[in-house]
């Protein structure tokens, strides 16, 4: 599709059961850097799945997710972020007892230091790290807007806070691919319009960003490529207007 | 706090734990004081696992009676003195829990409260029917206790209560800095993050296990140290240091002053060490009903206070400090 940029993501013939339920049959796409593709599809037709078996939360049955080229089926969820693809979760997931900001903090803690008695010790390096993702932290908690209530604890945010802060975390590392599943479900009209905007502006500044809704017209606008799912089998992908006025995509969402 | 103000407190009570037994009249008292430094390293140990990655060793005791064990039947033909022996029994202690930890941890929180409980009481099983090894129900009768060598006399034999709880003191101190230097740091905020969701942990590169590992052999190890210290102390090892009584006053303790919180925990130590011999004196309590007791307060706690006691000074201490404002959430 876009043959002068290289795919960072590549998902192959991904093939997900569940105690005889087929979650996810046959499904290959490839997602290019910079680009904002949109995984849509009806309730249960296997998107959340996909994210759970991209990001090692879900044991692949069948096919392979290459990353940078690189194999990434079944790795252990923690080895998959830390290789730089970033999630967030459909059931919005905060820590509850942690400040926002500290909640920020976890976010990059294993990046930036793997040695245990370093951290232990609290070593000078270590309080320079800690001091600058607090200012990354802060920028980012400033631009969703959570900046002032930074020494709040998480259970205490609204639900559209939450998914913000959610939202802000996964930047947190800078990675390199970032997946959103309906980062704006749930949350009022003003917000979700905020949301989308934030996504966009993130795209625009060359972040690769895989979305997940099931609200077609809300990623119309914002989508460069559109893949839909349907139980589990991928019915359509390629540019929002095609996707639009594709036959199967029609009778899958309006049954016509 | 400011870090100042705080080294000055950790001072005053280092002073304070150095003049006790200096006023103590008796053996007894001693003895009292004693109990409840070991209480205390035994709550901190329980609570780097429980109270910081929630999860719920029930068999924490297995590592202080196996450890007192080891320092029993395995560091005098090693022909090792009384920091050896503490030594050999953490590392003992780390490398069972390591061991132990990988198999444990594969399973569910709640499997893993019960799979350590059955260790336990497998453990005391063992202690009691391997005869050749332990003695059994005679126990491992006279660990030899420690030696110290001080310039210009001989070597002199630790016999005297008021020296040991100054061999315990340093163990206490390493036992605060470790907990305090795990729970403060980083791997402190990887800790909280694997205990209040471990999903979203992984997501961000945390590996849950590791952490849960850390914790449980850190836990071990002091706890192990403690064993050791006991067996030198007593001079005597039996199957009841492995018992499931101990794991119920672990909880009460932790839960009552509140897990997580080095403070509430300390606090929980020190007045269920103390309590009990106030009570002696003002009226006779029979030791079975202490144990109701104990279970009645606990149940009353975690009902009406489910953050312990500790919680109750963090509210005081909030009040001191005047209430700090925070911002209110802005609706979104
Ligand atoms: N852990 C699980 N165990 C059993 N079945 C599951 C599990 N997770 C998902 N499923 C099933 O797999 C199918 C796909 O579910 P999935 O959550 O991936 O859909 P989705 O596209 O994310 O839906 P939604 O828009 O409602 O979020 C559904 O039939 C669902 O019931
Ligand atoms: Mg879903």
């Known amino acids: 599709m876009q043959p002068e940029r290289p795919p960072v993501l590549q998902i192959q013939n991904l093939t997900k059961h569940f105690l005889g339920v087929t979650a996810l049959q046959d499904v290959s796409f490839e997602l290019y850097e910079g680009e904002l593709l949109s995984l849509i599809g009806p309730n249960g037709s296997g998107k959340t799945t996909l994210f759970n078996c991209v990001t090692g939360f879900l044991k692949i049955d069948g096919g392979r997710v290459l990353f940078k080229g690189e194999d990434i089926s079944n790795l252990r969820p923690d080895k998959i972020a830390l290789k730089g693809i970033r999630r967030t979760f459909q059931d919005v997931r905060t820590f509850p007892e942690m400040t926002v900001l500290e909640n920020m903090l976890a976010a990059v803690q294993q990046h930036q230091e793997e040695n245990l008695i370093a951290r232990m010790l609290g070593t000078s390096r270590i309080h320079h790290l800690e001091h600058t993702a607090t200012e990354r932290a802060r920028e980012l908690l400033d631009m969703v807007g959570l900046d002032n209530v930074r020494h709040l604890e998480a259970r205490h945010l609204s639900y559209g806070q939450r998914k913000l802060l959610e939202f802000a975390t996964v930047l947190m590392p800078d990675p390199d691919v970032i997946m959103l599943d309906e980062p704006a479900a749930g949350v009022s009209g003003e917000m979700v319009t905020h949301m989308m905007n934030h996504i966009l502006n993130l795209n625009r500044q060359g972040k690769t960003i895989l979305l997940v809704e099931h609200n077609m017209r809300l990623v119309m606008d914002i989508s460069q490529r559109i893949v839909v799912l349907d139980y589990g089998r991928k019915i359509a992908d390629g540019l929002p207007r095609d996707v639009r006025m594709d036959e199967k995509v029609r009778e899958a969402y309006f049954g016509h | ?332």
């Open chain 2, 1 to 332: 706090m400011k870090r100042g103000v705080q080294i000055v407190l950790w001072l005053l009570v280092a002073g304070f734990l150095v003049i006790l037994p200096q006023l103590a009249t008796t053996n007894y008292l001693v003895n009292v004081m004693i109990t409840t430094v070991m209480w205390i390293i035994f709550a901190l140990s329980f609570d780097l696992s429980a109270g910081h990655v929630g999860a719920v060793s029930l068999g924490h005791p297995v590592f202080y009676g196996v450890g007192a064990y080891v320092t029993a039947l395995v560091a005098p033909s090693l022909g090792l003195d009384f920091i050896g022996s503490l030594l050999l029994s953490a590392f003992a202690m780390g490398l069972l829990a390591l061991v132990s930890g990988i198999a444990f941890f594969r399973i569910s929180e709640v499997s893993f409260a019960i799979g350590t409980l059955g260790a336990l009481i497998i453990a005391q099983l063992l202690a009691n029917n391997a005869y050749d090894i332990t003695g059994g129900p005679m126990c491992t009768q006279n660990v030899p206790r420690p030696v110290l060598h001080i310039p210009g006399s001989g070597p002199v034999t630790v016999v005297e209560p008021v020296h040991y709880y100054y061999l315990l003191l340093p163990l206490l101190g390493l036992a605060i800095l470790i907990y305090w230097r795990l729970t403060q740091s980083r791997i402190g905020r990887a800790f909280a993050a694997v205990r209040q969701d471990e999903v979203r942990a992984s997501a961000m590169g945390i590996y849950p296990k590791r952490y849960k590992l850390l914790a449980f052999i850190a836990g071990a190890a002091i706890i192990g140290a403690l064993g050791s210290f006991q067996a030198q102390y007593i001079t005597v090892v039996c199957p009841s240091e492995l018992t499931i009584s101990y794991t119920l006053n672990l909880l009460i303790i932790v839960f009552v002053g509140g897990a997580g919180s080095m403070r509430g925990v300390i606090l929980g130590a020190v007045l269920f060490s103390l309590l009990p011999r106030l009570l002696e004196i003002v009226t006779d309590v029979p030791p079975a009903w202490q144990q109701l007791i104990y279970g009645l307060i606990l149940l009353i706690v975690i009902r009406f206070l489910p953050e312990g006691l500790d919680s109750l000074i963090e509210r005081a201490l909030q009040r001191l400090r005047g209430t700090r404002t925070e911002a209110k959430p802005d609706a979104a």
